[in-house]
Every structure is written in structure tokens, then in C-alpha cells.
């Protein structure tokens, strides 16, 4: 379940050390998940290609997707998702050694399925649904053209998540590092169910699909091993309610960071990880502040 229904509410209440119940979805006045992995000596880059970070990647290295046009993959101001991991490699060769050599923890923002124009997060050589809304003004689209717009932006967002991987595998086949990936989506959409389209409705009154998002997770063997993960265990708690309430505790536990803000109970890995044993001196220790 989202924190939110709107990128500007959800992102910052993903990496809040606050439940939504406790004010994460309201405006920050606490260092954010991101603050806390950098306290604690790791090396942490945001590359946004959407609308910005929301003041999540205000205190950390950061980049746009668009800085620098891809050819191919980047159009006018826009960029497709994949543009993030062109030249991936040279920025975080660019970071503190230091930093690198503890941890490195990369958030890519994406365009992902974001509205209204769905048609253009996607080449037209990668919409394998069709025919296509290519209207903004949704309410125009027969149902059916409309959702194949929609599940052709998922398409693309699968090939991007699938092209992560590879980029992950094979870092960590040259034995560079233990490498996992974490995705989740911010909010929901609607797509014309009881009248409604796009999303942004407050959050009483949301329905499900404004709020009911995915969440995936990728582990290398190397990170299965050091952090102890049964990756049988974690399957079996995949229908497990979980929410962005899980994901601060859940990286902090992964990362092996040691702060008063860590509640096992949200940690969603905790169940299913040799974490849950005593941690061993010298492991990255950081808090966050107050900020307001």
C-alpha cells in the first residue's frame, strides 16, 4: 500500500523514517533515509527522470537524466527510463572512494506509467499492445486503447527493470560487489474505473487502485549470503501485507546500518534474514536528525 496518492506526498514518505500513521505523509522534518545511508559513511546517488526528488536527494549527490541527451532515448526534455543508466558506471566512478568502498546505494526516479500521456513512455518499436490512446484528454479513449497505452508504459518499465538487472548481474559476476535491487512504485493509477482517471485523490477517499501499488526485490547469491537471506522464506511471505511504511527499516537492515530509527517490526527482510542475530562492532552507525 502507498503512503500517498501523488508522487509530491508518496516520495518523501517512502524514505521517511515515520509511518504514515506517525505524519510520513506529511511535509518532512526529519532527515530522510537517504540523509541516514550517507551518515553513515556510504556512498548514495539519486538520478530522477521525472518531476524531481521532492527535497529526498536535497543533501546527497544527484543527477538528472536529461543533463546530458542519449541518443535515442531522449526527445526534446524528455528522456525514456533506461536514459538513467546510460553512463551509470563513470558517476559512480566519480563518487568518494571511501564511501564506494563501504556501500554504494543508487536511486533511479522514474517516468515510470506516470500520466497522461502514457503513449510516450514507451518507443514506438516497444508497444506491444495495441491499438493505442494517444490522447491526453483520457476520457476521449475507448477503454480498451486506453489501458493498452497504460500496459505498454508497465512494458517498458519491465524492460527498463529488466536491463537494471543486467547491469547488477554483472557487477556482480566480476565479484565488484553484492548488489541487490528494491522497486516500488510511489502510487496507483486510475484508469476510468467509476469515472476516475489519473490519480491524486485524497487518500480517505482513494480507491484501491490509486493505493495498491508493486514491489519487487532482486538479490544476488554474494548479498543472499552476507545478509543471510532465504530467498524460499522471502517467496512464501510474498502475499504478506507490506506498504511504504516497510521500505526505510527494510534498506537500513539490508545495508547493515545501525540507528535508534531501525524498527525490526517494519523491516519486511527481518523474517526471512540472519540480520535478526546480534550485529558485529564496526558496522556503519548513523541517526537522523530533526530538521524542523
Known sequence: ?????????????????????????????????????????????????????????????????????????????????????????QRLAALDPQRRARGVVVVMHQMGSHGPAYAKRAPADQKPFQPECQSITLSDCPR?????????SIAYTDHFLGQT????????????????LIYVSDHGESLGENGLYLHGVPYALAPEQQTHVPMVSWFSPGLQRRAGLSMGCL??????????????????????????????????????????QARSPGEPTADPVHTG
Open 1 to 89: 500500500r502507498s503512503c500517498g496518492t501523488n508522487t509530491q506526498v508518496s516520495l518523501p514518505c517512502i524514505f521517511s523514517p515515520l509511518t504514515r500513521a506517525q505524519g510520513g505523509d506529511k511535509t518532512p522534518e526529519h532527515e530522510n533515509l537517504l540523509d541516514v545511508l550517507q551518515r553513515a559513511g556510504l556512498a548514495v546517488l539519486w538520478i530522477d527522470n521525472q518531476s524531481g526528488c521532492k527535497g529526498v536527494c536535497d543533501r546527497v549527490p544527484n543527477a538528472y537524466a536529461g543533463d546530458h541527451a542519449v541518443p535515442g532515448l531522449c526527445e526534446g526534455s524528455e528522456c525514456y527510463d533506461a536514459a538513467m543508466l546510460d553512463g551509470l558506471d
Open 144 to 152: 480498451e486503447p486506453l489501458v493498452n497505452a497504460y500496459d505498454n
Open 165 to 180: 538487472l543486467q547491469w547488477l548481474k554483472a557487477r556482480a559476476d566480476r565479484g565488484a560487489e553484492d548488489t541487490g
Open 235 to 276: 517467496r512464501r511471505q510474498a502475499a504478506a501485507p507490506i506498504s511504504h511504511d516497510h521500505f526505510f527499516h527494510s534498506v537500513l537492515g539490508l545495508m547493515d546500518v545501525q540507528t535508534r530509527a531501525y524498527q525490526p517490526a517494519l523491516d519486511a527482510l527481518l523474517p526471512c534474514s540472519a540480520a535478526s
